[in-house]
């Protein structure tokens, strides 16, 4: 669940330098990671424009969700690739 938290915040500019500098270089080499990130921006930006998110984007946003929770593949995905968690 830290990784969805520190990635929302990041999102919304809420983190400090340092994090925010290792969460985008992180983002560069996380094929997992990256896309998701777009999916949060879309879901924000339809939220911003109060309209309806398309439906892709909010499935994958579930399915990256339910990756996270204990028992999910969240870090799986990342130790797959040989690359480390989100900080």
Not at 55 to 69: C, N, Q, Y
């Amino acid at each position: 669940m830290q990784v969805a938290r520190i990635l929302q915040a990041y999102l919304d500019g809420e983190t400090e330098e340092v994090t925010a500098r290792r969460v985008a270089a992180h983002l560069k080499d996380c094929r997992p990671c990256g896309p998701e990130v777009e999916t949060y921006r879309k879901i924000k930006e339809a939220l911003t424009r109060r309209s309806e998110p398309d439906a892709d984007s909010v499935e994958r946003l579930r399915d990256f969700a339910e990756g996270l929770l204990p028992g999910g593949d969240g870090d799986e995905g990342h130790a797959q690739q040989g690359l480390a968690p989100l900080p």
